[in-house]
């Protein structure tokens, strides 16, 4: 998902490039400024596989050569962080988050005639899109009557290229592996370009959803409340200082008992006092 880095690995390959101690450094701390991930000396190898690639397609010769152009050229630095981050994500993932959606959240809101009927979630880190268009496919089969409520999803990523395909919504059918045929022939579509192997999501789920470009170390624009969160597999790369940043300002956001979901391996155990723990990583604001 949204900042993930790339995983631990080696090269024994002859470097193309010259890659020295001050060229990793620099670059880690500007991946660090910029995205909130903590390069660690085992990722050094697959940065430098990562940015050759950026080296090639500029047809510079040093690594010199790329850190001079990231500092007058923000395009690059867009790339740099579309390159230094991967992107893992499935339909429904990690599924306990989404029948507590279903059956602990919203089926007593349902049940309660005073509730209000206005609903904002925020996919923090929404990659290539399964994550909210799964939420919005939670919302429309539990809301009996949607067009009754004020529903809206909004979905963030820092790298720009998985969020176009999010916003186009066309998966290869494998990616549809772990979706119930049910859900296949309500959410999916025959895409519009006739492309044979793949689906496009539905419009009753799409029109749910706001896909933004958002850097989570920069200030949150959105006004809030919010009444639950994602923000899941993207914290786990960042240092502990960085996590109580954006918690903190995550939680400004939020209003006692509204609901924040974490990737199944992370916690905010020493790391915000504001939300408590309710089940396996899900918290409510406090």
């Not at 990793?24 to 991930?37: D, E, H, M, P």
């Not at 399964?130 to 496919?137: D, Q, V």
């Not at 949150?220 to 918690?247: A, H, S, W």
Request: hydrophobic share 35%.
């Amino acid at each position: 998902m949204h900042a993930a880095p790339l995983p631990d690995g080696s090269s024994t390959r002859t470097r193309e490039f010259a890659f020295g101690e001050e060229d990793f450094q620099a670059l880690r701390t500007l991946v660090k400024s910029l995205t909130g991930i903590h390069l660690t000396e085992q990722k050094r190898e697959l940065v430098y596989g990562r940015l050759t690639r950026r080296l090639r397609a500029l047809r510079l010769h040093t690594f010199a050569e790329y850190r001079e152009l990231l500092t007058r050229d923000g395009h690059e630095v867009t790339e740099l962080c579309n390159a230094i981050t991967t992107n893992l994500t499935s339909f429904f993932r990690e599924p306990h988050h989404f029948q507590y959606l279903r059956e602990k959240w919203l089926g007593p809101l349902i049940a309660d005639p005073r509730a209000a009927r206005r609903l904002r979630i925020w996919s923090a880190a929404c990659s290539s899109g399964e994550e909210p268009y799964s939420i919005a496919m939670t919302l429309l089969e539990t809301l009996s009557h949607p067009e009754r409520w004020d529903v809206r999803v909004l979905a963030t990523d820092l790298d720009s290229e998985v969020l176009e395909r999010a916003r186009r919504g066309i998966y290869p059918v494998e990616r549809l592996n772990g979706v119930c045929a049910e859900r296949q022939a309500r959410f999916f579509r025959e895409p519009h370009d006739g492309r044979s192997g793949t689906r496009q999501i539905a419009p009753e789920p799409a029109a749910m959803i706001t896909f933004k470009q958002l850097n989570l170390m920069q200030s949150l624009p959105m006004k809030g409340p919010l009444d639950v969160v994602f923000c899941r597999n993207v914290v786990i790369y960042f240092d502990k200082e960085t996590q109580r940043d954006l918690f903190a300002r995550i939680s400004r956001l939020q209003r006692p008992g509204d609901l924040l979901f974490l990737g199944h391996s992370e916690s905010l155990f020493k790391v915000c006092e504001s939300y408590a723990l309710i089940g396996k990583s899900i918290y409510r604001r406090i």
